[in-house]
């Protein structure tokens, strides 16, 4: 987390910190599932996590001022107002824009006029797989040329993942795959709980659910680093296992061998 904050508050970039926390989230339920605990959340942790939550909220309302590069202002209500702006936007404004691109993708009334490239099977979705591949396919900075504005109440450039899908694999594609991937996240669930040894598949885990959790703002796969995460905790999980059987038969051979007088 610490890296994530030093990130957020000196480049100002708060997406790094809910990236940290998804995947510590998900961390955190893969020890449960390890552990046999099945209770997503308690309500004994609801105090703790509200905790948590004054703690971040000061350190994302710096960020979000010096993004918008204010440093002096007349009163309190004219930074809290743009406080509540920028609140809005993270929080809410992905939703508002996706809404008004599908209304013009299926011919409705939008806002905006966007941009059509469907059918790049996959390329929206998956770009990092594509480029390692070898694709040549270029992105503006943002992703998308355009942007979503609701009057003065909030703004955004990010349209969850479903505006990627749609351009991969059109509506009715979108659903297809949604049915796939699911099949294949709870085919490795399936083995996580069954495994004896589940690295890889507890490895999976966590690239899903992190996927899952941020699948809200846009899609993770296309960046390398969730690959690399989930391949460094294979590596961590697997060698761990090592380890420990090795550090346990030193001690059972340390029993056995009786010591000199």
């Known amino acids: 987390m610490i890296p994530a904050v030093y990130y957020m508050l000196t480049q100002s970039a708060k997406l790094t910190l809910i990236l940290a926390i998804a995947i510590f989230v998900s961390s955190v339920m893969l020890a449960k599932l390890f552990a046999g605990d099945y209770f997503l959340f308690k309500a004994s942790k609801a105090v703790k996590s509200m905790l948590y939550g004054l703690v971040v909220l000061p350190l994302l309302s710096i960020s979000l001022l010096s993004r918008q590069g204010y440093s002096n202002f007349t009163d309190a209500s004219e930074a809290f107002q743009l406080l509540g702006y920028g609140f809005r936007s993270y929080a809410l404004g992905q939703i508002y824009a996706f809404s008004d691109f599908f209304s013009y993708h299926v011919g409705m009334e939008a806002s905006t006029s966007y941009k059509e490239d469907g059918y790049s099977f996959g390329y929206y979705t998956f770009k990092s797989i594509f480029d390692t591949l070898g694709g ?35 509506v009715v594609g979108t659903l297809v795959f949604m049915f796939a991937f699911g099949l294949v996240v709870h085919a490795s669930y399936y083995r996580l709980l069954l495994a004896r040894r589940p690295w890889f598949h507890g490895s999976a885990f966590i690239v899903f659910t992190v996927f899952l959790l941020m699948s809200y703002l846009f899609s993770i796969f296309t960046a390398r680093y969730m690959f690399l995460i989930g391949f460094a905790l294979f590596l961590i999980l697997v060698v761990n296992e090592k380890w420990r059987n090795a550090l346990r038969f030193f001690v059972a051979s340390s029993a056995e061998v009786p010591l000199p007088r």
């Open 136 to 170: 040549s396919k270029v992105f503006p900075p943002g992703y998308y040329d355009e942007s979503y504005r609701l009057g003065d109440v909030l703004a955004t450039n990010i349209f969850t993942i479903f505006r990627s899908l749609i351009h991969d694999y059109g």
